[in-house]
């Protein structure tokens, strides 16, 4: 599975959201080309700050894998780059690669692999993933574009279109 199409899955659950009325953040986690987590932000949906759209993907993965070996190495299509509670996240389940579309000016955290340097180990812990952005920038845009006009929360409205770019 390409990264376009990893984001592309991604698109597909934050539309999802968006018909929830979540702000339209989605994400996936593949193994090979099989989908084995799936999210959508759901801070509105259930109540809570802790459901970011990967960090519910990645739950879905860990419950579906637990311990086994994995046979192919996990991947993540996110429509905005993680922040860093999800980074460590992605760190701990064995994430090793992730693709978003969007950048997350606030609290994206892309940077940390330039800057964090982990002491040595012995080799039982997994390496940090890559993240490569940009993917479907103009599907990810358009998804913030629309949730801006059903938002009825003047900062989250202004978020949204900070997001969505010049019109």
Do not use: N
Request: aromatic content about 6%.
């Amino acid at each position: 599975m390409t990264p376009e199409q990893l984001v592309a899955h991604a698109v597909d659950a934050a539309e999802d959201g968006l018909r929830a009325g979540e702000m339209p953040i989605g994400a996936v986690v593949a193994m090979g080309d099989e989908i084995i987590g799936r999210g959508f932000t759901s801070e509105r949906t259930r109540g809570r700050r802790l459901v970011h759209a990967d960090l519910l993907a990645m739950i879905e993965a860990d419950e579906r894998l637990g311990w086994s070996r994995r046979e192919q190495p996990l991947r993540m299509g996110i429509t905005m780059e993680p922040c860093l509670m999800c980074l460590g996240t992605a760190l701990t389940l064995g994430v090793c690669e992730i693709y978003f579309g969007l950048a997350a000016p606030d609290d994206g955290a892309a940077g940390v692999p330039a800057v964090w340097q982990p002491g040595a180990t012995d080799g039982i812990f997994f390496p940090l993933p890559t993240l490569s952005g940009g993917f479907l920038l103009t599907e990810c845009r358009d998804q913030f574009r629309r949730y801006a006009t059903m938002t009825t929360k003047p900062h989250l409205r202004r978020y949204a279109e900070a997001m969505a770019g010049p019109a």
